[in-house]
């Protein structure tokens, strides 16, 4: 799911002052020492039990540590607190879906009908609260009726939105055919919200998750463009400008630059594309480069963040072949 809202970004190995709980805890989510920042939340949560956005901070923050039930605990307090808030009902459906990825059958499903709910209230609270108008459209587009969903559900909320502003109402369209895998008809309306003016500098770069996997470098290259314009210090058009100059094979030095520069300032978040591919992305450009022993430690130390990642697996073992 797109998560908007600005990112500070600081470095994954800032310092933090745990003199303030509430306000160290802030710093270490945005530095990304999610560890760290739950234990200082909860002691903050501890000071002052009533603070339903502390409650908010550790949604989040269990969020990126994966830690579903802990997220949806924090969320569900945020709302007990305050159950007239649109952004914590967004967060508690974020939670429950998040859980339900994760669950058994029966479980999922009870799940997914809590997200679509928490969604559906979250934009009942705030219509402009277009973060949670595109999970609720989301949701719709790719769950089943059985749990709620369906596109016959979507295509009015698609229109509501698109009356609130063009932009957000051409991605949520253009997210919906993606989800159905027309993906001529999903490029055309991120063409058009890109073209409208778009004033999320999160909704931009997720059309750029996009036109990474369909190697799409010009769309890319505006991506970067209009995302820089919104959003200044948000380190991510770096990578995306990169990866468009690595797939146009043509301003190599900048290309490796860019990665580079992102790679040491992006947060380890999951709105922002994972480092692991950032030195992927590098392993390619330099094995291009004929910079065979370069590449063998970029997609090396891919492996080492995600010992999952197949791409650099198979990266690896094509070039200790060719050595």
Same mark, same amino acid.
């Given at each position: 799911m797109m998560v908007l809202g600005g990112v500070a970004l600081l470095s994954a190995r800032a310092d933090v002052n745990p003199g303030d709980p509430l306000k160290?805890?802030?710093e270490a989510y945005?530095?990304?020492?999610?560890?760290?920042?739950?234990?200082?939340?909860?002691?903050?949560a501890t000071n002052?039990?009533?603070?339903?956005?502390?409650?908010?901070?550790?949604?989040?923050?269990?969020?990126?540590?994966?830690r579903h039930d802990d997220a949806i605990n924090s969320a569900e307090k945020a709302v007990s607190l305050d159950p007239q808030n649109s952004v914590y009902?967004?967060?508690?459906?974020?939670?429950?879906?998040?859980?339900?990825?994760?669950?058994?059958?029966?479980?999922?499903?009870?799940?997914?009908?809590?997200?679509r709910k928490e969604f559906a209230e979250a934009v009942r609270l705030d219509s402009n609260?277009?973060?949670?108008?595109?999970?609720?459209?989301?949701?719709?587009?790719?769950?089943?009726?059985?749990?709620g969903g369906g596109e016959d559900k979507a295509r009015p909320e698609i229109a509501k939105l698109a009356e609130l502003d063009a932009a957000e109402g051409h991605y949520a369209a253009g997210n919906c055919r993606k989800q159905k895998k027309d993906f001529a008809a999903a490029d055309a309306e991120f063409t058009k919200a890109l073209d409208s003016h778009p004033q999320s500098a999160?909704?931009?770069?997720?059309?750029?998750?996009?036109?990474?996997?369909h190697d799409q470098p010009d769309r890319l290259l505006k991506v970067a463009n209009l995302g820089e314009q919104l959003a200044p210090n948000d380190v991510r058009a770096q990578f995306y400008r990169g990866v468009a100059y690595i797939v146009r094979n043509e301003h190599?030095? !900048? &290309?490796?630059?860019? #990665?580079r520069e992102?790679? /040491?300032?992006?947060?380890?978040?999951?709105?922002?594309?994972?480092?692991? !591919? &950032?030195?992927?992305? #590098?392993?390619?450009?330099? /094995?291009?480069?004929?910079?065979?022993?370069?590449?063998?430690?970029?997609?090396? &130390?891919?492996?080492k963040l995600d010992p999952k990642n197949h791409v650099s697996r198979e990266s690896l073992k094509r070039l200790h072949k060719a050595m």
């Open positions: 160290a805890g802030r945005e530095a990304s020492q999610y560890p760290q920042a739950a234990q200082l939340l909860q002691q903050a002052d039990p009533r603070n339903a956005a502390i409650q908010l901070l550790l949604t989040k923050t269990y969020s990126e540590m994966q009902h967004e967060w508690l459906g974020r939670a429950y879906g998040e859980k339900a990825e994760h669950a058994v059958m029966l479980s999922a499903m009870s799940l997914a009908r809590k997200t609260n277009f973060s949670a108008r595109q999970s609720l459209i989301e949701f719709d587009c790719a769950a089943p009726p059985i749990v999160a909704l931009v770069y997720d059309i750029g998750d996009y036109a990474v996997k190599v030095d !900048d &290309a490796e630059r860019f #990665l992102y790679i /040491e300032r992006a947060p380890t978040r999951s709105s922002f594309p994972r480092l692991w !591919d &950032a030195h992927n992305w #590098l392993g390619h450009l330099l /094995e291009n480069e004929g910079k065979t022993q370069d590449a063998v430690k970029e997609y090396q &130390a891919a492996l």
